[in-house]
């Protein structure tokens, strides 16, 4: 079952305008959601950061919080998800094409879940990476649907035999194509500010507040492409791939060339808060 303007319904009734606006113009937000064993992890997180995204392209949210999270826990009950995703996104509507935010128009919901396993294998063996320059727009702190550059960069990263890219802005290191990146040096943990240049990943915070609780000591500030040639482990953070070591990047083992000390604490921790989840 699917969620769609306002109704539960089968996937194969929902009929989307060719007017709507997230198809011409990418215009629209969205969130992912991870479920383990039933439960959302960070729930609060993401509808706070959905209502952020919402505010910072100018769409009225057609829900309440509240209502929002019933749509969430009524998908995953009805769809009986165990370990999945619920993804939930809300475009500006439907009307005819025009740049101009239309008169009328009533913004879109379309929520859905599906299965989905962890990486476990991945987690444990490591990725590679390859940098590249980032050139998204400077508002990748909202959650839009304008992913094409994000599509591009993970294509590149997959034609180079790769398994992400790490984005850089004229050799400051920022992301990845979706997810966070941190490094660590000498048993410390660096990431990019949480601006503008960067989304401020709901898996980032917890990972933090997790190297905090450890005493790892934890850096917020940008480092460039030289220095990331000197770390000793590297990481990416997100919902879906949760802590992902990355082992190469072009072609260069980072560290020993497999997971690190850090990473695999951090991981071990995380593992533990899927466990506690109530
Ligand atoms: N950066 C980008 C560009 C992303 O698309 C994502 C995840 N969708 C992230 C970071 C990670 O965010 P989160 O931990 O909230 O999934």
Redesign the pocket.
Known sequence: MYFFQDRYVPKEEIAVSPDDRGYYFGDGIYE?FRVYGGKVLEGKA?FQ?FQRSADGVRIQLPYSAEELNSIVHKLIDVNQIADGIVYMQVTRGAAPRAHAFPKQSEPILLAYTSEMERPLDTMRKGISAVTLEDTRWLH?DL?TLN?LA?VIAKQHALDQGAGDVIFHRSGTVT??????FMMVKQGELYTHPANNL???????SVVLRLAKQLHIPVHEQPFTLEQLQLADEAFL????SEIMPVVQIDGRAVGDGIPGPVSRKLQAAFEQEISELT
């Not at 992301?175 to 966070?180: A, G, H, L, R």
């Not at 960067?198 to 980032?204: E, F, P, Q």
């Open positions: 992912v993401h950061r990748c959650k992913l994000n992301e990845s194509s979706s997810s966070n960067v989304l401020h990943g709901i898996t980032r953070t997100s919902t879906t």
